[in-house]
């Protein structure tokens, strides 16, 4: 999920490269999310004149279950610490490069644990945005490249797909986005449709779409408050022929944020995703994700 990135002015951020998620919406691996893209107090994105940069780390903890409990249960609990950097060039264009290192850890209901810590899954966007009267549009993409190593145990045996740190599959992205300044803050919409590729695991994570929509508002110069509402659907994962059911489904979650500039221009941002209508297939559970952040832009 994106979260709002607001300073004092018009600071807009790029739309989100989703990772590969082991069980759909309530997946063990969290969203990839492009660093923001900069903009000085008060400029539109698209039509900005200079070449503008942004460097961002953010760690995000959360946890999941699926599977019946007591029969075919596991827990999985996902940090991670992302670091990302992005660029804006003249007339809306923008790339941005994501790569995450995450600590995993999958409890099964047999007693056995398996943990992992490791680079992850490499993610990458390209697109641009386009002036209108009162607002920006964007047309974007991506992909989130198997990049992260497949991990192993003492004798040799790969971890099972859901302690490993990356989906293990080429996971291409298109979105798209809308921007608009208010007084003192910015609003935001943004849609992504994400279809990953067969993972070398065996499975095929289902296809999905998320529509995010949300604002942040600066009551005080160095402080900004944020919030966004998501709706993400997704269809069933795939061992070969064979559904996964406890996969896919619709999951809706609400975005709270608080951003402080200590000083320009670094921004620190605290944030979580919380679920609140849980409309997963089968035996899925999703909680909270907390984020805290940091970023640098030019």
Known sequence: MAEPV???????????????????PAGAAATVTAPAQAAGA??????????????????????????????????????????????????????????????????????GVEAATSVGDLGLGVGRWWALPSLDVGVHGGVVAP???????????????DAQPGGGAWAPWVGTGARGTLRRGHWHADSVAF????????????????????GAWSPARPIALGAAASVRGAQADRYGDARDP???GTLVQLSPSLSVTPVSPVQVTVGADVPVYDG?????WVGPRWTLGVTWSS
Not at 6 to 24: I, L, M, R, S, T
Not at 147 to 161: I, K, N, Q, Y
Not at 196 to 212: M, Q, Y
């Open 6 to 24: 607001v300073a004092c002015g018009a600071h807009y951020e790029a739309p989100p490269a989703p990772a590969p998620q082991p069980k759909g």
């Open 195 to 214: 279809v990953p590729a067969a993972s070398r695991f065996g499975l095929r994570t289902g296809a999905s779409v998320e529509v995010t929509g949300g």
């Open 42 to 111: 008060g400029e539109r994105v698209a039509d900005g004149a200079r070449w503008r940069g942004q460097v961002s780390t953010r760690g995000s903890v959360q946890q999941t279950r699926f599977g019946a409990p007591g029969e075919t249960q596991i827990r999985v609990a996902d940090r991670r610490v992302e670091l990302g950097g992005g660029v804006v060039a003249p007339q809306g264009w923008h790339a941005e490069v994501a790569v995450p290192v995450v600590h995993r850890e999958a409890s099964f209901v047999n007693g």
């Open 280 to 284: 997963l297939r089968g035996h899925q």
């Open 246 to 248: 406890n996969s896919g």
């Open 147 to 161: 990049t992260a190593p497949t991990l192993r145990d003492d004798e040799g045996v790969a971890l099972s797909e």
